[in-house]
């Protein structure tokens, strides 16, 4: 089986921006895949240090959250891992480091674009995320010489540089100290973005325009009803605009009656329905998809989900042993009479 590693930063709960642009491909890829999803706590901490009881309620939210979506850490091949619990990947970092050029951090244009919305000035664990990134990836690496396999991350458009520079650290590190790491290959998904309530182009916590996977009928029905529209339509028989209009993305999305949406989408440019039935409309068709999520979680919510969490993070943490013994022996670091 082919290996897939891929991360969630735990800093809140999960909404359907991350299940149409992470965990909807996730659950497909679980069937052929050895996967590693991790909860990457320490990575969260670069954005949310001052927060570490968000980050410790979140690792158990987005676990609930992705077990209820359908994700499988019974099968063999599944593997829920916490970041934070295996310091081999902190060890992986600093090796990193010392083949990775600054320019390199400072032209990531992920990095670039992140830093505008920081809040305060970059720490230099920010500065690094890229670099422990690599580390998340590579510590599942095979050993090149045994297979030349890949690690397959898949992910949305914004995270692409930090797959290219992965491989760029992970070449760096073999010219310089002999063949010992593998490479990695982005799988990009068809939706990197998922538009908000609001029409802001992303669904975000932080933006306050999200519909959580564990939200209520209620608050779903509220968040629905106050949706934006198309702004241009004063009355409900106004020709309204389809496209790019964030209820009929969302129809697109979730809604399992193409029949319906279509007929919704043509009465809607004739002016011939009214915005309160095609929220009416998109709220059976949430309900529906969130229905089943919420049976999961329930029957998740009393059992002690964190052995999963556990489980996985032992199977990765054997193959990042692995990568580091062979980092260290490279690096020269090796000390096997003093190391026990
Ligand atoms: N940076 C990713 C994000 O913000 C999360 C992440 C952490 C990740 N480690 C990873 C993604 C390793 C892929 C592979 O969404």
């Known amino acids: 089986m082919k290996r897939i590693l891929t991360g969630i930063r735990p800093t809140g709960p999960l909404h359907l921006g991350h299940f149409v642009g992470a965990l909807k ?3 497909k890829l679980q069937d052929d895949y050895e996967c590693y999803f991790l909860l990457a706590d320490i990575q969260a901490l670069t954005t949310h240090a001052d927060n570490p009881k968000l980050i410790q309620e979140s690792i158990r939210e987005v676990t609930l959250d992705m077990l209820s979506v ?6 063999d091949n599944v593997n829920f891992v916490l970041q934070s619990a295996i310091p081999e990947i902190s060890e992986l970092t600093t090796y990193f480091t010392m083949v990775t050029p600054f320019t390199w951090i400072q032209k990531n244009p992920t990095i670039k674009e992140e830093l ?3 809040s305060k000035g970059a720490t230099l664990g920010f500065m ?4 422990s990134q690599a580390a998340d990836i590579l510590m599942v690496s095979p050993n090149p010489k045994d297979s030349k396999e890949p690690v397959l991350v898949p992910v949305g458009n ?3 540089p930090h797959i290219e ?3 760029r650290v992970s070449r760096a590190f073999n010219s310089t100290y002999g063949e010992t790491f593998g490479e990695c290959k982005a799988l990009v998904g068809d939706i990197g973005r998922f538009v908000g309530l609001d029409g802001n182009s992303k669904m975000s916590k932080s933006l306050n325009n999200a519909i959580y996977l564990k939200d209520s009928t209620e608050e779903v029905k509220k968040k629905i009803m106050s949706m934006y529209t198309d702004p241009k339509r ?3 028989d106004d020709p309204g605009t389809v496209e790019g209009n964030p209820v009929f993305i969302y129809h697109d999305a979730f809604n399992e009656n193409k029949k319906e949406v279509k007929d919704l989408k043509e009465r809607y440019e004739k002016g011939t329905v009214g915005d309160v039935e095609v929220k009416e409309k998109l709220f059976d068709a949430i309900e529906n998809f969130l229905e089943p999520i919420r049976q999961k979680r329930k029957e998740f919510e009393n059992e002690d989900i964190m052995k999963y969490v556990s489980d996985g993070t032992k199977k990765a943490q054997e193959l990042a042993a692995g990568n580091v013994d ?3 022996k490279a690096m020269g670091l090796d000390y096997p009479t003093i190391r026990s």
């Open 165 to 167: 520079s992965t491989n």
């Open 158 to 160: 914004d995270q692409v």
């Open 128 to 131: 690094n995320y890229p670099v």
């Open 326 to 328: 062979r980092a260290r």
């Open 25 to 27: 491909q996730w659950i």
């Open 234 to 236: 004063i009355h409900p």
């Open 116 to 118: 505008k919305q920081l």
């Open 70 to 75: 359908g994700l499988d850490p019974l099968k």
